[in-house]
């Protein structure tokens, strides 16, 4: 009934993982990508990764070599690993999917780093 259902979010300190889950369902079949966006306090909401059918993936600058996208095709599930949080990833962060262009997105999950 829910195409896109994100969880893991939650609290941790700076420095700290998390690592968020994204379970697809009833999507059309032809999609061919799929990422996470994110949208913190009073900006603009983000694509922060996606990845493809290809498995290339492609990243925001400010995230790259901390955050890991992956996807398990079997399970129909998106990850986004996150390491060494810092403050400025706290936001709402999104799954998404589409062909060529994400059009269909979760309803996110909030994430919060401490500092």
């Known amino acids: 009934q829910v195409p896109l259902v994100e969880s893991g979010g939650g609290l941790v300190q700076a420095g700290g993982s998390l690592k968020l889950s994204c379970a697809a369902s009833?999507?059309?079949?032809?999609?061919?990508?799929f990422g996470w966006g994110r949208q913190a306090p009073g900006k603009q909401r983000e694509t922060v990764a996606t990845?493809?059918?290809?498995?290339?993936?492609d990243y925001k600058d400010s995230v790259k070599g901390r955050f890991t996208i992956s996807r398990d095709n079997a399970a129909n599930t998106v990850y986004l690993q996150m390491n060494n949080l810092t403050p400025e990833d706290t936001a709402v962060y999104y799954c998404?999917?589409?062909?060529?262009?994400?059009?269909?997105w979760g309803k996110g999950t909030l994430v919060t780093v401490s500092s």
């Open positions: 998404a999917a589409g062909r060529g262009l994400l059009n269909y």
């Open positions: 009833g999507l059309p079949r032809n999609l061919n990508v």
């Open positions: 990845i493809i059918t290809t498995g290339t993936t």
